[in-house]
T-cell receptor, first 116, second 111 residues
Framework: DTEVTQTPKHLVMGMTNKKSLKCEQH?????MYWYKQKAKKPPELMFV???????INESVPSRFSPECPNSSLLNLHLHALQPEDSALYLC???????????????FGDGTRLSIL | GIQVEQSPPDLILQEGANSTLRCNFS?????LQWFHQNPWGQLINLFY???GTKQNGRLSATTVATERYSLLYISSSQTTDSGVYFC?????????????FGTGTRLQVTL
């Protein structure tokens, strides 16, 4: 789905670096999600924001820090990552539950992250 | 948490063949989606199908929520259908929906 835009597409960083992943959607959705996908595995939910408030944190280490500055933007701040954090990071958006009935999640193309 | 199993795990087809992919889930769900992940990692929405049957070109899907399974049918397969097919089930938590992905079916379509 190209209606959810993620930048950058690729990111290589050292374990001491600080970087951010960005996700933007203009579909008027009020729920946004971060997923992590390791090679040859299914995506796994990390965080959910609903109406710009953190709704779900799936026990993600604090070296990952999400931020939702407004209803269209979702960031994932990265600090002191480990090599095992190398993965594809996917952003998604949808309407929150109860808004015009059930709604699907729409995914961006992901950021492929490599930790050296 | 909810368990989502897909079968078969791997499938090799000749171009033009038909196939059926299955998704079983362990508990009641609020929604269900089928995705195709292409070799470049893009996750493409195929169907949003919490119940019933839908068709889109050569693809169709059926979900029987009361029996906790969904099927994805691919007819007249093409090489561009290659990739991994995921089903994902959603359960509401407050105002958000938690999506749990299945184990995936890796499809290779050969000439």
């Amino acid at each position: 789905d190209t209606e959810v835009t993620q930048t950058p597409k690729h990111l290589v960083m050292g374990m001491t670096n600080k970087k951010s992943l960005k996700c933007e959607q203009h579909m008027g959705h009020r729920a946004m999600y971060w997923y992590k996908q390791k090679a040859k595995k299914p995506p796994e939910l990390m965080f959910v924001y609903s109406y710009e408030k953190l709704s779900i944190n799936e026990s993600v280490p604090s070296r990952f820090s999400p931020e939702c500055p407004n209803s269209s933007l979702l960031n994932l701040h990265l600090h002191a990552l480990q090599p095992e954090d190398s993965a594809l990071y996917l952003c998604a958006s949808s309407q929150p539950t109860g808004v015009r009935g059930n709604q699907p999640q729409h995914f961006g193309d992901g950021t492929r992250l490599s930790i050296l | 948490g909810i368990q989502v199993e897909q079968s078969p795990p791997d499938l090799i087809l000749q171009e033009g063949a038909n196939s059926t992919l299955r998704c079983n889930f362990s508990d009641s769900v609020n929604n269900l989606q089928w995705f195709h992940q292409n070799p470049w990692g893009q996750l493409i929405n195929l169907f949003y199908i919490p119940s019933g049957t839908k068709q889109n070109g050569r693809l169709s899907a059926t979900t029987v929520a009361t029996e906790r399974y969904s099927l994805l049918y691919i007819s007249s397969s093409q090489t561009t259908d290659s990739g991994v097919y995921f089903c994902a089930v959603g359960r509401y938590t407050g105002t958000a929906s938690k999506l749990t992905f299945g184990t995936g079916t890796r499809l290779q379509v050969t000439l």
